[in-house]
């Protein structure tokens, strides 16, 4: 049994709520409880719930654990050492606020198609399936960008005998497989001078790769440097070393611009 229906367990019960002003010593022979902490004088108030509970309060209390009605958990947090604070409803607002949650459980259990008390196997069905169909789709969209990185080679611009070749890949590819593009680009070049800058949208961020050949480096391009160009001004940062680089940018707004700018940021480093 959880605490919420331990409790409105004792609130059914009727029990009597009574309150007496005793010494602290007759309290403690009492087994009345002192909470939080706090610091209490000669003279004490013992609130007692039936045989439940005994603590010392000095708030205002019903006269039977009935008069509460019915209590709704919401929540439990730690608010120092060995203290824990517990929200809850209770009365009309736990009746409100358990009605809604009966009509959103209802809700869900028509779009499952399941019982109530099949939901739990179910979601966990469903989310185990869209786990796999994600692993399936990302084979599918890694092998049809690495189909594509193939011919990408064709649409690099001659910058002073450096190929620079700015990637738009696909929204919703992973960091991941942007870096896998920008890789697999880059040894399409086959040790001419190169260098590749990949970006793409995921969960509205933009990821951007940047990876340069030995040869490029050669001639003093660095990815690192490159990417960080490309990225400031979307207000974007960028880390790694000279032959690979990876960063990122908040303002998706701006990759288009940023992939426009990569030929003119190699054209002064070259």
């Known amino acids: 049994m959880d605490v919420q229906d331990r409790v409105n367990e004792v609130l059914a019960a009727d029990l009597a709520v009574t309150a007496q002003i005793m010494t602290q010593e007759e309290a403690k022979n009492i087994g009345a409880m002192a909470l939080f902490g706090e610091k209490y004088g000669d003279q004490v108030r ?3 719930v039936g045989d439940w509970a005994r603590e010392l309060c000095g708030g205002t209390h019903a006269s039977r654990s009935s008069q509460v009605g019915v209590i ?3 929540g439990e947090s730690s608010i120092g050492s ?3 604070r517990v929200e809850a409803l209770v009365s009309t607002d736990a009746y409100s606020f358990l009605a809604r949650e009966h009509v959103l459980l209802q809700q869900v259990s028509r779009l499952v198609k399941a019982r109530p008390e099949e ?3 179910r979601i966990s069905a469903l989310l185990e399936r869209m786990k796999d169909a994600e692993k399936d789709l990302g084979k599918v969209r890694a092998e049809r960008l690495k ?3 193939a011919s990408l080679t064709s649409n690099a611009v001659d910058v002073g005998g450096v190929m620079v ?3 738009r890949v696909p929204d919703g590819s992973s ?7 920008a890789m697999d680009a880059r040894g399409s070049f086959q040790g001419a001078a190169a260098i590749v800058v990949a970006m793409g949208i995921n969960d509205d961020k933009v990821s951007a790769v940047a990876a340069a050949t030995q040869a490029a480096m050669d001639r003093g391009i660095s990815a690192a440097s490159v990417l960080q160009a490309v990225l400031e001004p979307m207000a974007g940062r960028g880390g790694g070393k000279a032959d690979v680089a990876q960063g990122g940018s908040g303002q998706i707004e701006g990759i288009d611009q940023a992939l426009a700018s990569v030929v003119d940021v190699v054209t002064r480093d070259v």
């Open 82 to 84: 060995g203290v824990r």
């Open 147 to 149: 189909a594509d990185t």
């Open 175 to 181: 960091a991941a497989e942007i870096r896998q593009v």
């Open 165 to 167: 070749l700015p990637v």
């Open 46 to 48: 013992v609130v007692s």
């Open 72 to 74: 709704s958990l919401l």
């Open 119 to 121: 939901l739990p196997d």
